[in-house]
């Protein structure tokens, strides 16, 4: 029995590495996953209230679910490193549920899209008629625009409907350059066709959902299903160390 444990112990040894490396690439994806929820917790969210109608749970969704990656992926170096087979086994069992975690989020992102656009286009134009220049929602329409160069919701004719026209005209962050723009200009609609953003932006907006959700969908499933691998690698290394260990009894 001693020279095939002596075969063995290479292969174990090759195992453990790319299953160190597959674990610690795996620790870096939930560092990713948890700066991005953070990021667009603290950065995004304004523009949050004007994606969906409710509470926004995509962020927190994100974050729990790279903090759950960041102490799977500390679990499975542990476990690789003390080499016990229960432990590879939990540690796949892990891996298991992150991979339908992961396919559930990306095929129903990519199936719910056409709702999602629904849900902005509804949103925005509320957000659109109740325009004030004061409220949160207001704030964030006017940082959309001046972002993304866009004017209203399908172009700036939106804002001729809101109540916010017929005291002051349309918003500022129209303005295609400010200091051209006059408060007796955005109240005249011929005037300022002239002045502001053409393009709206919901268009914009789908446009580039759109564009980028093959990218979106492909990364998505591709990280999904590297956990694979690293299932592969930790059942195939708790065999190999499960009948190292029946030998040498």
Known sequence: MAPRRMETKPLIF??????L????????????LLSVGLWWKFMLGPYTLLISSGPFTAPYVLMGTGAAIMLFGLFGCFATCRGRPWMLKLYAVFLSLVFMIELIAGISGFVFRHEIKGTFLTTYSDAVLKYDGRDDRSLAVDSVQRRLQCCGVHNYTSWFSSAYFSISGVPASCCVTFADCSGTDLKNATLAAQKVYKQGCYELVTSFIESNMGIIAGVTFGIAFSQLVGMSLACCLSRLVNANQYEMV
């Not at 090759?14 to 299953?19: A, D, G, P, Q």
């Not at 597959?22 to 939930?30: C, D, M, N």
């Open 14 to 19: 090759c195992l453990k590495t790319l299953l």
């Open 21 to 32: 490396l597959y674990s610690f690439i795996f620790w870096v994806t939930g560092v990713v």
